[in-house]
């Protein structure tokens, strides 16, 4: 399995060896149980019981090891900045004169992004766009080789890693 070298904050990593260890100790050992119990009611070949329990399993375990991944090949970097510079986990205001738009959105590590709910990755186009620039900076956000648009920074509100934001489930 290849893993890719993600830049995490502490606290992403904190969270994950929380979830880790959730499964751990609180959700496998009752899993572990369910196959064996499952196991025990005859033909495997025929037995949905049992074949349920495994996928479980087998879920459960997959998300151990992209999570030690996850871990093993972190590279923390720092959450904070300038007090008047876009970082990571603060809310951004800016207007896009093309669609006469004004978003809020907030910088976040990769596997926290939920565009939904205006949680940008800091490395998605806009998000490298925005990263270090002031409130008034017109920047270009280049989705594609063929699609770019104009945002204005209206305003940054500072914001911390509170952990609020849920790390992506794989």
Do not use: W
Not at 127 to 139: E, I
């Amino acid at each position: 399995m290849i893993f890719l070298h993600n830049e995490l904050t502490k606290n992403d990593i904190r969270i994950m060896k929380e979830e880790l260890e959730h499964i751990r100790l609180d959700v496998m050992p009752g899993v572990i149980e369910e196959v064996k119990r499952t196991r025990a009611f005859g033909d495997l070949s025929e037995n949905d019981e049992y074949k349920t329990a495994k996928r479980e399993q087998n879920k459960y375990r997959s998300r151990m090891r992209y999570l030690e991944g996850m871990i093993k090949t972190a590279r923390v970097i720092d959450d904070t900045s300038a007090e008047n510079e876009v970082g990571l986990f603060d809310r951004v205001e800016i207007y896009i004169p093309e669609d006469d738009e004004t978003d809020t959105i907030s910088v976040v590590t990769t596997v926290r992004c939920d565009p939904r709910k205006g949680l940008i990755s800091m490395e998605s186009p806009a998000g490298k766009s925005l990263l270090g620039r002031k409130t008034g900076d017109s920047v270009t956000i280049q989705v594609n080789e063929h699609y770019s648009y104009t945002a204005v920074i209206r305003s940054i509100t500072k914001g911390e890693d509170d952990g609020s934001a849920a790390l992506l489930k794989y």
